[in-house]
Nanobody
Framework: QVQLVESGGGLVQPGGSLRLSCAAS????????MGWYRQAPGKQRELVAT???????TYADSVKGRFTIFRDNAKNTVYLQMDSLKPEDTAVYLC?????????WGQGTRVTVSS
């Protein structure tokens, strides 16, 4: 099993920034994919960004140029730097990690972008 602890969500004004973090513990060997999804009220869960152990990074079109994902393999932690936040970024952000045993999800951290 892999346990995930997310932090960094909160309330921010449009144009502001937040940094989310997700620390993995437990069976953390070969964490191939680490990343973030989000789910807004009444909407389906959607990919935000992922990064692989080989360094491949994927972003949703809606966040390209504004969000940056990076990982610290020594700490088994993935981060999501979110800049130029918009009201439409409001959602619960969920961390996901994948290894050979399966996919593991965090409980989510809420991000609210509002003036």
């Amino acid at each position: 099993q892999v346990q995930l602890v997310e932090s960094g969500g909160g309330l921010v004004q449009p144009g502001g920034s937040l940094r989310l973090s997700c620390a993995a513990s437990g069976m953390t060997f070969s964490l191939n994919v680490m990343g973030w999804y989000r789910q807004a009220p009444g909407k389906q869960r959607e990919l935000v960004a992922t990064t692989t152990s080989a360094g491949m990074v994927t972003y949703a079109d809606s966040v390209k140029g504004r969000f940056t994902i990076f990982r610290d393999n020594a700490k088994n932690t993935v981060y999501l730097q979110m800049d130029s936040l918009k009201p439409e970024d409001t959602a619960v952000y969920l961390c996901i990690v994948k290894n050979v045993l399966g996919d593991y999800w965090g409980q989510g951290t809420r991000v609210t972008v509002s003036s």
